[in-house]
Structures are given as structure tokens and as C-alpha cells.
């Protein structure tokens, strides 16, 4: 690599540090404020039905922005990266404990999985509400039957 083509490579690389974003996580302050409104409010992202609960849930989405924003120290993201922000922590809430509750329910003796939900997370699990991880009682799952044999069979090839 020559002098010149070094230079340049150390000068893009300088440029994507300086002119792109860094993906800048919320702090604690605002992660706490982000889930008080939701207690408050519901849950913005599944509003009531018809024109007018769609109105509020984005009158509220912008309220809330508005204050996260505010809070010193954190980042500024736009209405929508914030909703963002509460799918992600309401997607890996929902996962981590229902990995927790299949762990729980499960046979066969294993090391326990020791893994438990923050505060936070037991809270985004109530305003989710626990149908959202335990589904309905009298509703079996479904799945896909798939034998082993089916699974790992192949075509010799000749």
C-alpha cells in the first residue's frame, strides 16, 4: 500500500467517524421515564381502535418525545426511532421470559438457567400484560411436525 493509499484509507475512516451517527444508546434516566409514561398512558403502540385513539397514541408518541429529549445527559432520537426503542425492549422482554418460563417448565433435571427479569423488564411485562407471554390456557400451540429422519435425509447424488 502506498503513502497516498494510505492516507486516504486513514481519511475515510475519519470521515465515518466524524459525519456518521454513533448509535448512541438511552440513558437509565430516560428508560425509566419511557416506561412511567407507558404505565401511565397504556401502551402507545397499541392504541384504541378508530381515527381518535390513532390521534392520541401519536399526540402522546410526541408529548413523550418531547420529554425524553429533554432529559440531560441522553440521547435525542426522532418519534420514530423512540418507538423504536420500546418494540426492541418489549420483543427481548417477551422473549427473555418466555425462555425463562420454558426453562421452568421443562424436564430432564439440567443446571438451572438462573436467569431472571430486571424491575424494568417485569414492568414492560405488565404493561404488555402476561397474555403476551403466556398466550391463552385453552389454546394449544401448533407447530410443524417434521421428523427427524425427514429433517437430516439427502439425495446421493450419482
Same mark, same amino acid.
Given at each position: 500500500?502506498?503513502?497516498?493509499?494510505?492516507?486516504?484509507?486513514? !481519511? !475515510? /475512516?475519519?470521515?465515518?467517524?466524524?459525519?456518521?451517527?454513533?448509535?448512541?444508546?438511552?440513558?437509565?434516566?430516560?428508560?425509566?421515564? /419511557? /416506561?412511567? !409514561?407507558?404505565?401511565?398512558?397504556?401502551? /402507545?403502540?397499541?392504541p384504541r381502535s378508530g381515527l381518535q385513539g390513532r390521534l392520541k397514541s401519536e399526540r402522546l408518541w410526541s408529548e413523550l418525545v418531547t420529554i425524553l429529549n429533554s432529559i440531560g445527559g441522553g440521547v435525542n432520537k426522532s418519534v420514530e426511532k423512540w418507538k423504536k426503542v420500546w418494540a426492541d425492549w418489549k420483543s427481548k422482554t417477551k422473549k427473555k421470559a418466555l425462555l425463562i418460563r420454558r426453562h421452568a417448565s421443562g424436564t430432564g433435571g439440567?443446571?438451572?438457567?438462573?436467569?431472571?427479569?430486571?424491575? !424494568?423488564?417485569?414492568?414492560?411485562?405488565?404493561?404488555?400484560?402476561?397474555?403476551?407471554?403466556?398466550?391463552?390456557?385453552?389454546?394449544?400451540?401448533?407447530?410443524f411436525a417434521v421428523s427427524v429422519a425427514h429433517r437430516y435425509s439427502f439425495k446421493a447424488q450419482g
Open positions: 500500500m502506498t503513502i497516498n493509499e494510505l492516507k486516504l484509507t486513514v !481519511f !475515510f /475512516l475519519f470521515l465515518r467517524i466524524i459525519i456518521m451517527e454513533p448509535r448512541m444508546r438511552a440513558s437509565g434516566e430516560q428508560f425509566s421515564t /419511557l /416506561l412511567e !409514561f407507558m404505565e401511565s398512558h397504556g401502551d /402507545l403502540s397499541n439440567g443446571p438451572s438457567n438462573r436467569q431472571t427479569l430486571s424491575s !424494568f423488564e417485569e414492568r414492560v411485562l405488565a404493561i404488555m400484560g402476561n397474555l403476551a407471554v403466556e398466550g391463552l390456557p385453552s389454546v394449544q400451540e401448533q407447530g
